[in-house]
């Protein structure tokens, strides 16, 4: 009988003391029957487990839940999973990108099922933050108005640095200046500043 090297034990036995495994190369286990019937530690203790990738112990309240493991759980924590996903489509943003192409109209769906199901929680959202926003306006407008002396000369020191410091900055600043005045200026003023814009 053909025999076998059993990866584990390191013991050559006959070919009967391993299992069978039809996509396995010589359609056996590497490791033998006597091998495999140990047995494993359990995974989850304690509500704990160790996640592969990042060798720390979690409570499985960090790993997802995955019906298709026989735990229950997914291998890795969230935390690794998220990580590979967020590498993953970094470094395949075609991947991502076709998925939507080609799911456009589930996505569409997801999106209005979503909204939805949360619309009552997005529109207090939307109404808080257009709420805080306007709020912090009219703060900011007052503040500037009780304070406008004070605030003048630092402003007018921030746009005289900045425009030696940033070229965009200073090409923008002429180019407004100009258009500015191409708009208001006397009629038989208009020509000159019409040809800087280009008109
Ligand atoms: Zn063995
Ligand atoms: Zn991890």
Redesign the pocket.
Known sequence: METHI?T??K?EKTIDKFHKHVRLKNGYRK??K??RSHPRPPIIIDNHKICPKCKKKKHISEYYNDNYAGTGISVRCKECVKTHVKNYNKNHPEVRKNWQEVNKEKVILQRKEYYKKNRKKLLDRNKTYIRDKEKKRIGDKKYRENNKETLRPKRTAYHSNKRKTDLNYKIKCNLRTRIYHALHAKKENRKKYYSTVNY
């Open positions: 059993c584990k034990c013991i490791i033998c006597k091998c």
